[in-house]
């Protein structure tokens, strides 16, 4: 399996709302990546987590909450989102931190209202 | 400020002809280079990659030079076909092990 699986592909939310993006790999791959992508622009790292642990926060608000329960896992919480948060969120896993290739995910498309 | 750049939003090509993408970079850290492709509604997909002791790295049609001097990286696609019609982003690391930086992209378009 090369796959980086993110559900759901899209999602609308209201301000208020808490709601949460999933991803999956099961590649053996130990460090998991959020990126944030707006339109016409790179993708931005969010967060990285290298063994289940978090080695890498870019400054993000608090309204996004990261979580990897195991291995293969990476949760991204949101919780009282602003419209400019509306993006797609990318899922990346990569066999170890550092220079290695990223594997990405489909993504998720967030819409905030 | 940033660190890797793609001045050029975007590049037409007819198929059958050379593409090439550039891409320069700041950062003199940075010793890791890749190229990814994405397609509309896809995630990023790997392309190819060079590092920084290295000038150049061949893949299939993909070829990948690097000029440290000039901190600048070039992808030739050759022959370009059709299918090659994506955004290419170009990113780098450094030896401390953050992930990605991304550039802006670089529209191709690749016409029968």
């Known amino acids: 399996d090369t796959e980086v699986t993110q559900t759901p592909k899209h999602l609308v939310m209201g301000m208020t709302n808490k709601k949460s993006l999933k991803c999956e790999q099961h590649m053996g791959h130990r460090a998991m990546y959020w990126y944030k992508q707006k339109a016409k622009k790179p993708p931005e790292l969010m967060f990285v987590?290298?063994?289940?642990?978090?080695?890498i926060n870019e400054s993000v608000p608090s309204r996004f909450s990261p979580e990897c329960p195991n291995s293969s896992l990476l949760n991204l919480h949101l919780h009282a989102l602003q419209p400019e948060d509306s993006a797609l969120y990318l899922c990346?896993?990569?066999?170890?931190?550092?220079?290695?290739?990223?594997?990405f995910g489909a993504g998720s498309r967030l819409t905030v209202l | 400020d940033q660190q890797v750049k793609q001045n050029s939003p975007s590049l037409s090509v007819q198929e059958g002809r050379i593409s090439i993408l550039n891409c320069d970079y700041t950062n003199s850290m940075f010793d890791y280079f890749l190229w990814y492709k994405k397609y509309p509604a896809e995630g990023p997909t790997f392309l190819i990659s060079?590092?920084?002791?290295?000038d150049k790295n061949e893949d299939g049609r993909f070829t990948v030079f690097l000029n440290k001097s000039a901190k600048h990286l070039s992808l030739h696609i050759v022959p370009s076909q059709p299918g090659d019609s994506a955004v290419y982003f170009c990113a780098a690391s450094d030896q401390a092990g953050t992930a990605l930086i991304f550039g802006k992209g670089t529209t191709l378009s690749v016409s029968s």
């Open positions: 987590y290298s063994y289940e642990k978090l080695s």
């Open positions: 060079i590092s920084s002791i290295k």
């Open positions: 990346a896993s990569s066999v170890g931190s550092g220079a290695n290739v990223l594997t």
